[in-house]
């Protein structure tokens, strides 16, 4: 550990938010998403010195590094309609331009673009449009209304921001591509009789991968699918229907939850060109989907903690079958109350780096190597990471603890 440095303010563990290393500063937000009271701490990268601090007193939808700003959208809480996003200078904490955006801005109704834009869903009273802010400046690019239905939108690339959905239950819902630019829609493509689009989209390699729900006329039900859709014409290539419930990990991979007893889940591995199954995995627990590989955490039984072996495999994303397997030494770090350990693993370049807690009860951070599984190293944490930490410059990694 290079240097530790205490906040004033506890970090609260809902809705918590990632550092970003802007520069030579780490910047942390004590607080979260749904909490009064935040502020923010630029910390010098090389020693932890505090430059400046920052309160707000609404919570931090969202943060994000453009250049040498740190862009903060507060006010999305629920308590104020009105969303404000500001551009602060990462030396010195200082807002070089502030945005009131007019409405209220939902949880995750965000997507920055490859440009430096911010698209942003806002519901003004029921009334929602889709705008585009510029990082650099605050000023809007464009602002179109949507419709009534306040949906994440998505970023795609070449340009192009997503939106999917229409009018609240209305069976005419649609995926639009507008040009982040300029607003201009480049196409539209109706998703009747499939309606109420399931954000958030996600895209990979040209493809969009949109959840909806299908309407089958003949016994009214709906059914969970998800579609293929070309990025370049928003054509539907493919849909795939699951056996059970769907949850899109990953673009490409599908994981579907099974009964709450089982705890676990099963895994299908589609191919993008055609939406078929490539291979499918039932994991004995739950399972985090990365572009480095699919991550397994084996878990003993909670009501035998002597006989704690926990387990973390990766597997292929090809072929679903196991690269490498690693004992862990400590029990995966888990909130109190809950049934089973939840995932807390996060990639950090080369390395998969897992919280654990020792038998004494201390925190732990334990980096094994994505390639072979060998333990690069292990040190204590002052407390429980609570929210995925960040790559800096130098190989350091910068996180916080509650």
């Given at each position: 550990m290079r240097w530790q440095v205490s906040l004033p303010r506890p970090a609260l563990g809902s809705g918590s938010l990632s550092p970003l290393a802007v520069g030579a500063v780490a910047v942390f937000a004590q607080g979260g998403v749904v909490s009064s009271g935040v502020v923010l701490y630029g910390l010098r990268l090389a020693d932890g010195h505090r430059l400046w601090s920052r309160a707000f007193s609404e919570g931090i939808a969202g943060m994000w590094r453009w250049q040498n700003l740190v862009v903060v959208l507060t006010g999305s809480s629920g308590q104020q309609r009105q969303s404000v996003l500001a551009g602060l200078d990462a030396s010195t904490g200082r807002a070089r331009w502030t945005l009131r955006v007019g409405g209220f801005v939902p949880h995750d109704g965000f997507s920055p673009t490859a440009d430096g834009g911010?698209?942003?869903?806002?519901?003004g009273d029921g009334v929602v449009e889709l705008e585009v802010a510029d990082l650099s400046s605050g000023r809007v690019r464009w602002t179109r209304p949507v419709g009534s239905d306040p949906v994440p939108p998505v970023a795609v690339g070449h340009?192009?921001?997503?939106f999917a959905g229409g009018a609240d239950g209305d069976a005419n819902s649609s995926l639009t591509s507008y040009d982040d630019r300029t607003g201009r829609i480049?196409?539209?493509?109706?998703?009747?009789?499939?309606?109420?689009?399931?954000?958030?989209?996600?895209?990979?390699a040209g493809l969009v991968y949109l959840q909806a729900e299908v309407l089958n006329s003949a016994s009214g039900s709906f059914t969970s699918v998800l579609l293929g859709v070309s990025a370049a014409d928003g054509r539907v290539k493919w849909r795939y229907s699951p056996r059970e419930g769907l949850d899109l990990d990953a673009p490409g991979l599908i994981s579907v939850g099974t009964s709450l007893a089982s705890l676990g889940t099963s895994l299908d591995e589609l191919d993008p060109a055609t939406g078929r199954v490539r291979w499918h995995v039932a994991p004995p627990n739950q399972a985090i989907a990365t572009g480095a590989g699919i991550i397994v955490i084996a878990a003993s039984p909670a009501s035998s903690p002597a006989a704690h072996t926990d387990q973390i495999s990766v597997l292929d994303t090809l072929t679903g079958q196991t690269r490498w397997t690693a004992e862990?030494?400590?029990?995966?770090a888990a909130d109190s109350g809950q049934i089973s350990p939840v995932l807390p693993v996060f990639l950090a370049g080369p390395l998969l780096v897992v919280p654990a807690a020792s038998p004494e009860g201390s925190e732990m951070l334990g980096a094994f190597r994505m390639s072979d599984g060998q333990r690069a190293w292990q040190l204590v944490t002052p407390g429980l990471v609570e929210a995925p930490p960040s790559a800096a410059p130098g190989g350091m990694l910068v996180y916080a603890v509650g």
């Open positions: 911010l698209a942003i869903s806002v519901d340009g192009a921001v997503l480049r196409w539209t493509e109706a998703l009747k009789p499939w309606i109420d689009p399931q954000p958030p989209l996600q895209e990979s862990l030494n400590e029990p995966l």
